[in-house]
């Protein structure tokens, strides 16, 4: 439920309406429009009335929101989410890059990929340490001493990290070597997970879970900003559909919907979404032209010989023609906004 508070309420009016509604047992996030303070209701509003809030003078109007996410909608927040990372920007209209391998499996293999996509470009490294392979006989990760490696890795290359956390058991170890914190597809919706996530202001990566609807993706932002985090970047990553040629199927219009529906930014994977890397380019730039936020791309210096995701993953060389192709894409489609539609149809032309 949104207040919209009319023009000239002083702050003491404001604060009393504030008040009053705390008295209901919710919480209130304010927000500024162009000329008007609106205040945004979290919590059980659905036994809220409308009218409640109609005696005061104050009120110029009571919205109510359809949506069960309140903080990760856009009618709470008009404008785009940026979510800062080091020096880098994510959702603020560029484009950014993670990559790095899989998994974490050894100093050499690390720094000698974490030297290539830095050179390419890329804006963040990848690297898992806990891995949730669906077999417990596969390579299960390098734990601390991998953290370790991607926190030097990190410092060293001058480049933000990002890993998997698996379990609330692990969050203080993770959170204490890693910039960004992930959350895969398989934890989406390990609800006491997502609330610990909310003692951090670290930026968490949520991936969307292999059978979750845009709604229930939502929802699990939503756990993580109502639990004190408003840093979440979204990520899609391909869902599980009677398909088996590509791992996933992925949901491009999955970016066009958030977009619409939330304030977040919205990442692609095409690796995990397609498991071939032979698909990962094309994939790559349809997903920048429909105007995701970035991409995470697995890359590895002998793909043969990973200990996990070897198929999916791009060597430095290709990678390093990926992100030249799909930074033009990206550009052409910011140009879009200022230039003519045929215009830049004939530019798009040229460089796919
Ligand atoms: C990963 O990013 O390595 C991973 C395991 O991804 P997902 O959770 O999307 O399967
Ligand atoms: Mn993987």
Not at 81 to 97: A, F, Y
Request: proline share 4%; glycine share 8%.
């Amino acid at each position: 439920m949104i207040i919209v508070l009319k023009q000239g309420t002083t702050l003491e009016e404001k604060r009393k309406i504030i008040e009053n509604v705390e008295d209901m047992g919710l919480k209130v996030k304010i927000m500024k429009g162009a000329s008007q303070s609106i205040l945004g209701l979290i919590g059980e509003t659905a036994k809220v009335e409308e009218s409640a809030f109609f005696g005061s003078p104050h009120v110029e109007k009571v919205v109510r929101i359809k949506v069960p996410y309140k903080m990760a909608s856009r009618a709470f927040h008009h404008t785009d989410s940026v979510i800062r990372v080091g020096k880098h920007n994510i959702g603020d209209g560029s484009l950014t890059t993670i990559a790095g391998p899989c998994c974490i499996e050894s100093r050499e293999q690390l720094f000698t990929i974490a030297a290539e996509v830095k050179r390419s470009g890329a804006h963040i490294l990848r690297g898992g340490a806990y891995k949730p392979r669906t077999s417990p006989y596969s390579f299960q990760g390098m734990g601390e001493e991998g953290l370790k490696l991607l926190r030097e890795a990190g410092d060293q290359f001058d480049i933000p990290v990002c890993t998997e956390l698996m379990s609330t058991d692990e969050f203080e170890l993770v959170e204490s070597y890693t910039d960004i914190i992930q959350i895969g597809a398989r934890n989406m919706q390990n609800f006491s997970l997502l609330k610990k996530l909310g003692s951090t202001q670290k930026p968490i990566l949520l991936k969307r879970g292999m059978s979750a609807t845009i709604e229930e993706f939502l929802m699990s932002a939503e756990y993580i900003m109502a639990s004190g985090n408003p840093n979440v970047i979204l990520c899609e990553r391909g869902i599980r559909t009677f398909e088996n040629y590509t791992r996933n199927t992925l949901d491009l219009a999955v970016v066009c919907a958030i977009k619409e529906l939330s304030h977040l930014p919205i990442i692609i994977d095409p690796s995990h979404a397609t498991g071939r890397w032979e698909l990962i380019e094309p994939i790559s730039k349809a997903a920048v032209a429909v105007g995701c936020d970035g991409l995470m791309i697995e890359v590895h210096h002998e793909p043969d010989k990973a200990l996990s995701d070897g198929p999916q993953s791009l060597k430095p060389e290709k990678f390093a023609k990926l992100m030249n192709r799909v930074r033009h894409i990206h550009d052409v489609c910011h140009e879009e906004k200022k230039t003519s539609d045929t215009e830049s149809v004939a530019i798009l032309h040229a460089v796919i």
